[in-house]
T-cell receptor
């Protein structure tokens, strides 16, 4: 079974703090993703990575950065947390897409509910 | 614009009843469509996947249908159980952009 774990289920931080969210997968997947999920907006892609040290901006990268130093680990960094970054953060992984086969299932972690006060 | 819309936003049914959730999409070119179930406070878990050539797929009491001509999908839940209470998310994969496009979900509550 694929397992995607996230470092914290719940996190409370103060405005201006630097926040690290960690995600680890154990299935040797090339792709890893960070999403945020807000009521009425669905999942929105922040960043994704298709290889170690590689990253691509998603739809809402502003205020976030990522790091992928090892294949199994993908970190999301909030450089200076703000209240509008209060949200549920979901990490996912999948096999690498190949031409004509973007059908690989994404496996999600349990999520981190971040509150910024 | 590539979009996925789901209806209804929320639904309440009695245990044992059937229900159908809808997903309409404008994603083109289309690769595949998945339905995910997300329990409260958890990550989404895949229920079914359908490609262009498939028009129905079952997973236990869950049956998904796809009409690629009208770009519509539905998820039918038979003999609902309390454990079916969750959000159901429709996700369409764009064939060239290698991008997953998410609907906003339908929140289902099953009452005893």
């Amino acid at each position: 079974d694929v397992k995607v774990t996230q470092s914290s289920r719940y996190l409370v931080k103060r405005t201006g703090e630097k926040v690290f969210l960690e995600c680890v997968q154990d299935m040797d997947h090339e792709n890893m993703f960070w999403y945020r999920q807000d009521p009425g907006l669905g999942l929105r892609l922040i960043y994704f990575s298709y290889d170690v040290k590689m990253k691509e901006k998603g739809d809402i990268p502003e205020g976030y950065s990522v790091s992928r130093e090892k294949k199994e680990r993908f970190s999301l960094i909030l450089e200076s947390a703000s209240t509008n970054q209060t949200s549920m953060y979901l990490c996912a992984s999948s096999l690498l897409w190949t031409s004509g086969r973007a059908s690989y299932e994404q496996y999600f972690g349990p999520g981190t509910r971040l509150t910024v006060t | 614009k590539n979009q996925v819309e789901q209806s209804p936003q929320s639904l309440i049914i009695l245990e044992g009843k059937n229900c159908t959730l809808q997903c309409n999409y404008t994603v083109s070119p289309f690769s595949n469509l998945r339905w995910y179930k997300q329990d409260t406070g958890r990550g989404p878990v895949s229920l079914t996947i359908m490609t262009f050539s498939e028009n129905t797929k079952s997973n236990g009491r869950y049956t998904a249908t796809l009409d690629a001509d009208t770009k519509q999908s539905s998820l039918h839940i038979t003999a609902s159980q309390l454990s079916d209470s969750a959000s159901y998310i429709c996700v369409v994969t764009h064939a060239r952009a290698y991008k997953y496009i998410f609907g906003t979900g339908t929140r289902l509550k099953v009452l005893a």
